[in-house]
């Protein structure tokens, strides 16, 4: 893996550039479309080995391995007469583009893996899902934080919906934040608490012991606030309707 391109450089595609440059001390050489011409240029400035390219067919031709991390809309724009030889690796990261059809935009028999790379691939802390498994790039993962292969497309789709409930995450901190300003509480002293409140929360889950099912029973105590707010806000009808949201992205995703 020496030398790896990224079509496309919005948040997934700044990420993987930190995760593979940040602190290391032989970094990959990394070369990225002028697309987020912005973005480019900043990471070139800040890391050695990375270069910014004239265009998204001198990234291919510079790379052995390509990742395709434009969004989904703009996939045929940015592919328009890109030309892959078959000796090359493509990684895509587009959510909801199946490799059959990134086969077709690109006419080419080179090996194709999806993968779902999150924000804290920075920090290499992501575990990202691919398919199907290839070695080259479950290697790149592993490196950035682990890989998790599985069997098919369908099992890859499900992998990709749960991804669509990382910002809901945020929006429900932001209303414990806002709930508390309600109260009386100053919006700095609110923002620090909870954000220190799930960061904590967030270190247990390297506890692979346990269950998730076990952590939040080992946080509860009976008929304590816990239990309490689970139980009247978190019922079997918003947990069906949180399952139906996820059918829904599911049935879009394939």
Known sequence: MKRIGIIGVGEIGRAIVAGLCDGVDQSPDVFLSPRGA???AELSSRYEGVRVC???????DRSDVV?????RQDRHEALADVRVDDNKIV???MAGVANDDLRR??????????????PSIRERRCVTVTYPSHPVVDRLFEHLGGALPVADEAAFDVFSALTGTLTTHYAYLATLTSWAVGHGIASADADRYVRGLFQGVGRTLGDET??????????ETPNGSNERIRTTWFDPAN???LTKALDGLLTDLR
């Open 38 to 40: 912005r973005a480019a």
């Open 54 to 60: 004239a265009d998204n067919q001198e990234v291919v």
């Open 67 to 71: 990742i395709v991390a434009v969004r």
């Open 91 to 93: 990684v895509n990261v």
């Open 105 to 118: 935009t690109l006419a080419t028999d080179a090996p194709m893996v999806r993968a779902i790379p999150l």
């Open 210 to 219: 346990r269950s998730l099912q076990r952590l939040a029973a080992d946080h």
């Open 239 to 241: 947990s069906a309707a």
